[in-house]
């Protein structure tokens, strides 16, 4: 499969802990975003990295979330300190210039 | 910044006929415009995009059009299949990297 990958697909956690999740984009691809996605609706913007420098971030990104892309591969989302609001479904995509993206299956994070 | 509005947020066609979806965006600077289809516990996949510079798309049995002055795009299926039945997202960007601001979604259900 060469389309965006996530790892691991499903989280369980207790509130309080901290979790990390990976993705892998499609390995042309330079720029690379991640968005939350609760249910019932539709996917939220978090930040966006174009190759290793992170460009931009919502401000829906609070202080307990951090993500790198260390050598403008794959990239990683930590989320400190989990609070029950932070259950949701965390996408990633990847597109090349100029804007189709492409999605991976996601992260399903539950915080107990 | 961007605000999209979605409608309607469920439609229940019979197989065979046509469903139309409708999106309304707030930033007139926005300039291309992706249809995700989304399965249960599946990524978002795109299935038709179109530019500002272009008003109207189609591909096989979708088709999206364009009304840049009154500020809203639409989803055109033809012949609808129970396959079709899934949640759809239409999303905008006007940002040089493709930010994309999602509607809230459309569940769509084709009655065989």
């Known amino acids: 499969d060469t389309g965006v990958s996530q790892d691991p697909r499903h989280k369980i956690t207790k509130r309080g802990q901290n979790v990390t999740f990976r993705c892998d984009p499609i390995s042309e691809h330079n720029r690379l975003y991640w968005y939350r996605q609760t249910l019932g609706q539709g996917p939220e913007f978090l930040t966006y990295f174009q190759n290793e420098a992170q460009l931009e971030k919502s401000r829906l990104l609070s202080d307990r979330f951090s993500a790198e892309r260390p050598k403008g591969s794959f990239s990683t989302l930590e989320i400190q300190r989990t609070e029950q609001g932070d259950s949701a479904m965390y996408l990633c995509?990847?597109?090349?210039?100029?804007?189709?993206?492409?999605f991976g299956p996601g992260t399903r994070l539950l915080v107990l | 910044g961007e605000n999209v509005e979605q409608h309607p947020s469920t439609l229940s066609v019979q197989e065979g006929d046509s469903a139309v979806i409708k999106c309304t965006y707030s930033d007139s600077a926005s300039n291309y415009f992706p249809w995700y289809k989304q399965e249960l516990g599946k990524r978002p996949q795109l299935i038709i995009d179109?530019?500002?510079?272009?008003g109207e798309k189609k591909d096989q049995r979708i088709a999206v059009t364009l009304n840049k002055t009154a500020k809203h795009f639409s989803l055109h299926i033809t012949e609808t299949q129970p396959e079709d039945s899934a949640v759809y997202f239409c999303a905008a960007t006007g940002t040089s990297y493709g930010k994309l601001t999602f509607g809230q979604g459309t569940i769509l259900t084709v009655h065989p």
């Open positions: 995509a990847s597109s090349p210039p100029p804007e189709t993206q492409y």
């Open positions: 179109i530019r500002s510079n272009v």
